[in-house]
């Protein structure tokens, strides 16, 4: 009997020992608990998806940050770019400028944070070549949720294929 305890013991031991060397063991984005929900969290927030292909490029300034990314405010550009730093995505790089006493802020990616916005690309290449598709589906759908309204208030709809 001990032979076979240690048979059955021997799948649990190599699983043990995988989830300490591998970190993404047991991880699923579909468990409540998985501590990776919290990074789809982090990234898929809208500014976020902006800003990693914004620093792709390199370091870049705030105020540059503010003109490319139209429509974020200074505050929710700070709160992000802080909470992407908190997460070792973002470096902030203080600079002393040409000017005595002067200083510049620079923010660039780090290499975990590249390898994210890698990723990211595609999904920002997807959108530009699809925004046309989505607007299309769009106003199909709607046009089909318009035409039981229309009926319903006693006019006849015809629909064109």
């Not at 240690?6 to 579909?30: I, K, L």
């Not at 969290?41 to 990314?69: D, H, S």
């Not at 730093?85 to 000017?99: D, K, M, T, W």
Request: hydrophobic residues 45%.
């Amino acid at each position: 009997m001990d032979s076979q305890a240690d048979v059955s013991a021997a799948p649990a031991a190599a699983n043990a020992a995988n989830a300490a060397t591998d970190p993404t063991a047991g991880a699923s984005v579909y468990a409540r608990a998985c501590p990776s929900r919290r990074a789809l969290e982090l990234v898929a927030g809208k500014w976020a998806l902006l800003i990693f292909p914004a620093l792709a490029a390199g370091p870049t300034r705030n105020g540059e940050l503010l003109r490319r990314i139209e429509g974020i405010s200074q505050k929710v550009l700070t709160q992000t770019l802080k909470e992407l730093e908190r997460n070792g995505l973002v470096l902030r790089c203080a600079l002393s400028g040409e000017r005595r006493g002067s200083l510049h802020v620079e923010y660039e990616l780090t290499a975990l944070g590249q390898s994210l916005s890698d990723t990211l690309l595609a999904l920002d290449n997807w959108a530009e070549r699809h925004h046309g598709d989505l607007q299309a589906a769009r106003e199909r759908f709607d046009a089909r949720v318009e035409e039981p309204e229309a009926a319903a208030a006693g006019r006849l709809v015809h629909r064109l294929r």
